[in-house]
């Protein structure tokens, strides 16, 4: 299966600034997500990001707050903007994709993001 | 729309004891399942995986878990728990080539006690 890095793993931001999340995958992947986990509940899809086009949002995510970018077909960034304490949570990457064969949907080892 | 369902979201367990965490699901077509285990701190690690054949998969660190269509069901098992396996359990759902996104339920949470 694929093999996934994420960066950074933690960090800890100022409210109001914004950080940028990486994930680089060691193949070449038709399909991307972004997932946020916030404290103590399950993970939560912000959106699907294909190569060439723009990310899928899913309801109560917008791209002015997760604008994401999906350059090629191992790479990908998402942005936490204007960042507030309520973004603590950890963001995770995964793909997907027949490249990854059936046994897809690897998972990043996430970003655990703190504001203060 | 897919969902899952983890009705319990804490249980505790002797250490040596049977464990069965419960997971139910809807889903519009043929479901692709998945039981993940996060450890405190970690990221999310894939026990096993169901799409097809044998109704009961086995996955690594001694953990199995059963498909039954008609329940729409999917429940890990093991049958000695360790020390080792206090964690978060996710169960989801997804679709079997990846052109969808993974649905989570909201996890259990797993003690062992002595």
């Known amino acids: 299966s694929a093999v996934i890095s994420q960066k950074p793993s933690r960090d800890i931001c100022q409210r109001g600034t914004s950080l940028t999340i990486q994930c680089q995958v060691d193949?070449?992947?038709?399909?991307m997500f972004w997932y946020r986990q916030q404290p103590g509940q399950s993970l939560t899809l912000i959106a699907t990001?294909?190569?060439?086009?723009?990310?899928?949002?899913e309801s109560g995510f917008v791209i002015d707050k997760f604008p994401i970018s999906r350059p090629n077909l191992t790479f990908s960034t998402l942005t936490v903007s204007n960042m507030s304490p309520e973004d603590s949570s950890i963001y995770l990457c995964?793909?997907?994709?027949?490249?990854?064969?059936?046994?897809?949907?690897?998972f990043g080892s996430g970003t655990r993001l703190t504001v203060v | 729309a897919q969902s899952v369902t983890q009705p319990d979201i804490h249980i505790t367990v002797s250490e040596g004891a049977s464990l069965e965490l419960r997971c139910n699901y809807s889903?519009?077509?043929?479901?692709?399942l998945f039981w993940y285990v996060q450890s405190p701190g970690q990221g999310l690690q894939l026990l096993l995986k169901?799409?097809?054949?044998?109704?009961l998969v086995q996955g690594i660190k001694g953990f199995e878990a059963e498909f039954k269509r008609s329940q729409s069901s999917f429940n890990l098992r093991k049958p000695s728990v360790h020390w080792s396996d206090a964690a978060e359990y996710f169960c989801?759902?997804?679709?079997?080539?990846?052109?969808?996104?993974?649905?989570f339920g909201t996890g259990t949470r797993l003690t062992i006690i002595p």
């Open positions: 989801a759902v997804g679709a079997l080539f990846g052109n969808e996104k993974l649905t």
């Open positions: 995964s793909v997907a994709g027949t490249n990854t064969g059936r046994y897809g949907y690897t």
């Open positions: 193949s070449q992947v038709t399909m």
């Open positions: 889903y519009g077509a043929t479901p692709y």
């Open positions: 169901y799409f097809s054949g044998d109704t």
């Open positions: 990001a294909n190569q060439g086009s723009e990310a899928t949002y």
